[in-house]
T-cell receptor, first 112, second 115 residues
């Protein structure tokens, strides 16, 4: 158990819908990262938040957005969903020194 | 930009065989290097890491040495077990981006160990 929690574990929704994925980092970690894992693209970095502020953006679509709240939990919002958005979405957290990232169990999103 | 190249899988071995999974990288500066493991149906677990040249990371019988001259971080284990069957990811983290510590991953190598 990494100490990073993600909910829900599975999500099935239809095209055009909007969903919210939630992540709680390990106690004491200020940074939260979101990654997408798909068969064709592999593991892709989406976005990073550090203590409530956006710090870096990767291959994140404009239809996707995220935020980190004062209690440091983070939410990833995916809207106007397409079939190609079906993937595993992982959240990771790291301590201020950035020594390593600890991953949650992931949310499997299926868009039908 | 940063990139990581891993040997193509899948890799199939018999129990107690020697394992090597090759990993090379391209990065500016002096990145930190990691190996993560993903067991079926689970998230990624940090297996080992090295933060500077010639460092050796080790954990659970796995080892990898940070070789700056060959830009490599190959994963090795002397005697694999059935329970080592998983997907292994090599990753790097640039250390030149302030508090931006995003990971760049290789495509992963599926290891299957048969009894």
């Amino acid at each position: 158990d990494s100490g990073v929690t993600q909910t829900p574990k599975h999500l099935i929704t239809a095209t055009g819908q909007r969903v919210t994925l939630r992540c709680s980092p390990r106690s004491g970690d200020l940074s939260v990262y979101w990654y997408q894992q798909s068969l064709d693209q592999g593991l892709q970095f989406l976005i990073q938040y550090y203590n409530g502020e956006e710090r870096a953006k990767g291959n994140i679509l404009e239809r996707f957005s995220a935020q980190q709240f004062p209690d440091l939990h983070s939410e990833l919002n995916l809207s106007s969903l397409e079939l190609g958005d079906s993937a595993l979405y992982f959240c990771a957290s790291s301590p201020p020194t950035g020594a390593g990232q600890y991953f949650g169990p992931g949310t499997r999103l299926t868009v039908t | 930009g940063n990139s990581v190249t891993q040997m193509e899988g899948p890799v199939t071995l018999s129990e107690e065989a020697f394992l090597t999974i090759n990993c090379t990288y391209t990065a500016t500066g002096y990145p930190s290097l990691f190996w993560y493991v993903q067991y079926p149906g689970e998230g990624l677990q940090l297996l080992l890491k090295a933060t500077k040249a010639d460092d050796k990371g080790s954990n659970k019988g796995f080892e990898a040495t940070y070789r700056k001259e060959t830009t490599s971080f190959h994963l090795e284990k002397g005697s694999v077990q059935v329970s080592d069957s998983a997907v292994y990811f090599c990753a790097l983290r640039s250390n030149s981006g302030g508090s931006n510590y995003k990971l760049t991953f290789g495509k992963g190598t599926l290891l299957t160990v048969n009894p």
